[in-house]
């Protein structure tokens, strides 16, 4: 094996260099991956702008952490896998000790393990990962799809703690990648979906995946209105948020009835606000919530979604590229385009 591969390596905002790193290495419990796909993502979109991830990266770093491939190593004391297999693994793990762990919250773990470097011919699953958050994908699932496992289980998770039940009126706000997983997940529990978005691709497929109406932003004078009047006057029961913007955050709180519940899912830029009503959260008993991340327990039931085809990946995925056309395909996330999510080829598909 030769001792370099090739990376996509981030030095500072819009600068990454695809360029011969060193193939990382291997200690106990560990297990390093043939990354075969990686896939575009808005984070990592937004890593690309910035130029750096507070908490999960800082550079210059190989960047990227949505991967699916085949083990090509494994460490000392490593059971979870073999060499050969396909597998997915999450971009994180908690550490299973501490306050918020002991809790039932790992998601908020105080030492909370993350990964990158999916875009590259390998990488390396810590030990803790590879314990908690590696698993095998079953021979039918695509690698392209079975990639989609960590963003589907942070959206897994979102509707979740939001509650929806069947019969429920949910509106999904923003129709990027997230919230269209988001539509898929609320129409298989029998809810009533009513997708709000732009970009006829998108609201296209939001329509394919379930969602009952399909309002474009673009074409209406007053959302408030057209979701008011599609709900009985009254607004969402269940309302997902999925843009990250305080006007938008604001925007999803008008659209909730009395009695609802709105989960803010996308995350803002740091240090923004919004407004809260007061006499709404008291007297019409609305509750406001956030949710973050993923739990390995999450990680398990949306790939298990993704194999059963619950949750359809070749909706999700709907380009590919190669390691050399990663800026390319981060460049086209952030503009109006129709991509939805770019798959980097690697090794070929396995």
């Not at 970009?199 to 497929?205: M, V």
Request: one cysteine or more.
């Amino acid at each position: 094996m030769s001792a370099t591969m090739r990376a996509a390596v981030l030095y500072g905002a819009e600068e990454v260099r695809i360029e011969a790193v060193p193939i990382p290495s291997v200690g106990p419990g560990e297990v390093r991956v043939r990354i075969g796909c990686a896939l575009t993502c808005g984070t990592d979109a937004k890593v690309f702008r910035r130029g750096y991830h507070a908490r999960m990266i800082r550079p210059p770093a190989v960047f990227g952490h949505e991967f699916a491939g085949v083990v090509e190593t494994v460490g000392d004391g490593v059971t979870s896998c073999a060499v050969g297999d396909r597998v997915v693994a999450a971009n994180s793990a908690p550490c299973g000790d501490c306050f918020y762990c002991r809790v039932g919250q790992p998601e908020l773990c105080e030492d909370l393990l993350f990964l990158n470097g999916a875009y590259a011919e390998y990488i390396t699953v810590p030990a803790r990962i590879a314990a908690c958050n590696l698993h095998r994908v079953p021979a039918a699932l695509p690698l392209r799809h079975a990639a989609l496992t960590e963003p589907l289980a942070c959206c897994v998770k979102g509707v979740e703690d939001t509650g929806v039940q069947a019969g429920d009126t949910v509106v999904v706000l923003g129709l990027g990648p997230i919230g269209l997983m988001m539509v898929s997940l609320c129409a298989a529990r029998d809810a009533r979906v009513i997708a709000v978005g732009r970009r006829e691709l998108r609201l296209a497929t939001a329509r394919a995946l379930g969602a009952e109406e399909v309002l474009d932003e673009n074409a209406l004078a007053d959302l408030n209105a057209a979701v008011h009047a599609l709900t009985g006057g009254r607004g969402a029961d269940r309302m997902i948020e999925c843009v990250g913007r305080p006007e938008v955050w604001q925007t999803a709180l008008e659209l909730t009835r009395r009695g609802g519940v709105c989960n803010l899912f996308g995350g803002c830029p740091a240090g923004t606000t919004i407004s809260l009503d007061t006499t709404r959260l008291h007297y019409e008993e609305l509750t406001v919530l956030g949710s973050f991340h993923h739990t390995p327990r999450h990680i398990r039931q949306a790939l298990d979604l993704l194999a059963a085809g619950t949750v359809p990946g070749a909706r999700f995925v709907n380009d590919e590229v190669t390691l050399d056309g990663v800026v390319d395909a981060l460049q086209r996330m952030g503009e109006k385009t129709n991509l939805i999510k770019a798959a980097v080829l690697l090794a070929g598909e396995t």
